[in-house]
């Protein structure tokens, strides 16, 4: 019986450090989560912003004009498209990161729904212990 109720012991504090192992996790990823949301919407306005330049150049602006009359368009349009095309992969590679983020978060949230009632394990545990 006293071995039954060590053995019970040592599993329901296996259970507890596994429990704060994930919480310490779930924490650290979602502060992850919430630096991820905040380079992305960084970069989504980065991405705006050179979307915009380039849309200016090839329409009709005076900023085209402009670049059209000192004969350096074509060099300022291809410019332009490489900055849009740098944002797009930076802002592409933070939503992915974000995304995995997220999805480990939500993994992490149902394995810790496994060990709920650790907790109170571990209490009765130590109480029937005592009690003997």
């Known amino acids: 019986m006293f071995d039954h109720l060590n053995t019970r012991l040592m599993q329901a504090k296996s259970h507890l450090r596994s429990k704060h192992k994930l919480e310490s996790k779930l924490r650290q990823i979602k502060q992850a989560c919430l630096e991820g949301e905040s380079k992305c919407s960084s970069l989504k306005t980065q991405l705006d912003k050179e979307k915009a330049d380039v849309n ?43 995304e995995d983020s997220r999805r480990e978060m939500k993994r992490l949230e149902h394995e810790l729904k496994g060990f709920s009632n650790c907790e109170t394990e571990y209490a009765q545990s130590i109480k029937e212990k005592q009690n003997l």
């Open 56 to 98: 200016k150049l090839e329409g009709l602006s005076l900023t085209g004009l402009f670049y059209s009359i000192l004969g350096a368009k074509h060099d300022k349009i291809e410019k332009e498209r490489q900055e849009l095309l740098a944002a797009k992969l930076k802002h592409d590679e933070a939503s992915e990161t974000l």
